[in-house]
């Protein structure tokens, strides 16, 4: 039996410059980081030469194919195991489904890649990892999402991740002093507005405007290269404006990014105190992330009063294998 761990991911700032149709002339530029929730995958050999996959459902058939579930089913034909093995997965606390806004997806191909590998006997970066993951996902799938999801989930911890028109990726991590780490974390709080929608619905008209939103884009890469030098002066002073910022200009990338709901949520945690904020992942639903200082989260809470609000801590680690038993 094999089970990897594989954490989700928040982005900060430059969403949407991780799309090929972006950065194929230029570059793209994400400030992301993983959290303290995962994605947990078991990888067992069975007797028989059946294929058994369980996650909400559970599938039992005779061969790759057969599977439902594509990015199991693309996983297992990547590395080529055709037979005799029993996949299952389950989450922590936070809704990892389609839309939530957490990478749920990408956390659920690494994990499971990461754990295929662990049940061949091989050990694998998380650069190729993440490269696997975005093959799967992009090219093999055709799913008009971006790259930043796969890297993240396979690095772990706080990084400016910038994708280049080379296809090349480079992961940096952001070196903070651990009290200004800790008081970024703290005054970060997260809350769950019950709407969902499907990622592709919003990615496809997001990647189809690329073009027209070029300068659009420009600006938010700009913005992430603002908030990493901040960082990297361990300067918190302008992480909510920058946030604020980069969620006006993010609600003009598509139409279904957000809706009179998640802007009635938003803004009333501004008039109570948060200094910015931003619906996480592609829209329309999910989670919606807010910067605002302790003193004054209470005021949110209470007037987000019938949202939920899920606690979570920065995650320096990406996917890893935790248990081994051949």
């Known amino acids: 039996m094999i089970i990897s761990k594989t954490p989700l991911r928040m982005s900060f700032v430059g969403g949407g410059s991780d799309l090929k149709a972006y ?18 995958i078991t990888v067992n050999k069975r007797f028989t030469d059946h294929i058994r996959v369980s996650y909400s459902k559970t599938e039992y058939v005779m061969g790759v194919n057969e599977i439902e579930h594509n990015l199991v089913r693309e996983a297992l034909k990547l590395l080529g195991i055709t037979k005799g093995i029993d996949i299952t997965y389950m989450s922590d606390m936070l809704p990892a489904h389609e839309g939530s806004g957490l990478g749920g997806s990408s956390s659920i191909l690494v994990g499971t890649l990461n754990a295929l590998h ?24 055709g799913h008009p999402i971006g790259k930043q999801d796969q890297f993240a989930a396979a690095y772990g911890n706080l990084n400016h991740i910038k994708f280049n028109s080379d296809e090349s990726t480079y992961v940096n991590p952001i070196i903070l002093r651990k009290d200004v780490k800790d008081e970024l974390n703290n005054n970060l709080i997260m809350f769950y507005t019950g709407l969902t929608t499907r990622s592709d619905t919003v990615l496809t008209e ?10 659009i884009l420009d600006k938010m890469v700009e913005l992430s290269l603002t908030l990493k030098s901040s960082l990297e002066k ?6 909510g404006n920058i946030l604020h910022k980069g969620w006006l200009y993010k609600k003009n990338l598509a139409s279904n990014i957000t809706n009179p ?19 996480l992942g592609s829209g329309g639903g999910g989670f919606l992330l807010f910067y605002c200082e302790e003193k004054k989260q209470n005021k949110v809470r209470n007037a987000l009063l019938n949202l939920k609000e899920a606690q979570f801590k920065f ?5 890893r294998i935790i248990y081994v038993n051949y």
Request: hydrophobic share 35%.
């Open 23 to 40: 950065y194929k002339d230029g570059f793209g530029s994400v400030i992301s980081t993983t959290i303290n929730k995962f994605i947990y």
């Open 118 to 141: 662990a049940y061949l006997g091989e050990h694998v970066s998380p650069h190729i990892l993440a490269k696997e993951a975005c093959k799967i996902e992009i090219d093999i799938l």
């Open 206 to 215: 997001q990647k189809r405007k690329t073009e027209d939103n070029r300068k």
């Open 234 to 239: 361990n300067d918190l002073t302008e992480f």
């Open 261 to 279: 709901v998640i802007n009635s949520y938003y803004e009333k945690a501004i008039d109570a105190g948060a200094l910015g904020g931003k619906i």
């Open 315 to 319: 995650e320096p680690q990406g996917s």
